[in-house]
């Protein structure tokens, strides 16, 4: 192992322990529950928009399972409170690409993009293991899909009760 796969390694196994932003909200607009039955991991994942519905304002979950799976969210949720739809959209597909890669070399934009969720990278190498890695953020994907929906829904019902 070199330096950069211990200290990924350490960067995933802090972020277990750690647990960013785990407990549920008082209101969100969208939720998801996502099971991996390969592993056993689940998590409900549940996202509060701001005002005007473009930011997650916050996010909150439940969950059990394996350290890459609960690391996995922990820092998904700590990289996103407070950032624009746009960017989730784009982390989203960043993450995406780089499980995908299966273990190949990622760009460094990519990577830098990434931050935190860099540390992933050699879980790609482990078909079992992409599951794991990827639960919360279909979880955070399903959840603000439908927060979306909802708020339009909201703005639809309002413009009906004003005719
Ligand atoms: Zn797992």
Redesign the pocket.
Known sequence: MNDLERLYQQIILDASRERHGEGLLEASEGESFQV?PT?G?QVKMQVHLDETGGKIAEIGWEGS??S??QASISIMTQLLEGASLNHFSELYDAFREMMDGRGHEVNDELLDLLEDAAAFQGVAKFPA?IK?ALLGWMALREATDEAVKNGDAGVASGKVEHC
């Open positions: 991996n592993c991991d399972g394996c890459i799976s293991r794991c």
